[in-house]
C-alpha cells in the first residue's frame, strides 16, 4: 500500500500542476490576457493608411517613443498618457474597437527633443521595449518619421 501510494503521489502532483497552470491568466478574476483581446483585432490593412500623408489624419492608435516609455496620444482630447512598455499591452486592449479601423496597427514615432547620450540610450531601449512588446502583441508598427 505503501508503495503504491508513492507511485501515485507524484503523478497526482503533475497533473494537478499542469491543468491548474492553463488557465491561470483567465482564471484570475476573469482575467483576460491583453495578448489575447488584441488578437481579436483583425490584422493591419495597409491599403487603408497606406494613402495617408499627414498624420493628423491617422485614426488608429498612435505611440510616442519617450525615454521612460511611450506616450499613448488621445488626439480627441489632444492629451497624451505614458505608459511603460509593460503596460502597454493592457492599454491597446483596452482600447474599443472603433480604434482601430485599420486593423491590428500602430504608428509609432520617437520624441524629436533629444539630450545627453544617457537620454539617447534610454530612448533606444525605451524604443526596442516597446517595439518588442507590439511585436509579441502581433501589432504591425507604422514607423513615422520625428519632426
Not at 118 to 126: C, F, K, N, W
Amino acid at each position: 500500500m505503501n508503495r503504491a501510494w508513492c507511485s501515485f503521489l507524484p503523478a497526482a502532483i503533475f497533473l494537478l500542476v499542469s491543468c491548474s497552470g492553463r488557465n491561470t491568466a483567465t482564471a484570475v478574476a476573469g482575467h483576460v490576457d491583453p495578448s489575447q483581446q488584441i488578437q481579436k483585432i483583425p490584422p493591419a490593412d495597409p491599403r487603408s493608411y497606406s494613402h495617408l500623408r499627414d498624420m493628423k489624419n491617422w485614426r488608429n492608435p498612435y505611440l510616442v517613443i519617450h525615454k521612460d516609455g511611450a506616450g499613448l496620444l488621445d488626439v480627441g482630447n489632444n492629451e497624451e498618457r505614458l505608459l511603460k512598455p509593460e503596460e502597454l499591452p493592457a492599454a491597446l486592449a483596452g482600447l474599443p474597437a472603433s480604434a482601430w479601423p485599420y486593423g491590428r496597427v500602430v504608428a509609432v514615432q520617437e520624441i524629436g527633443l533629444h539630450g545627453s547620450q544617457e537620454d539617447e540610450i534610454a530612448l533606444r531601449r525605451s524604443r526596442a521595449l516597446v517595439a518588442g512588446t507590439l511585436e509579441e502583441c502581433h501589432v504591425l508598427i507604422n514607423w513615422v518619421p520625428s519632426s
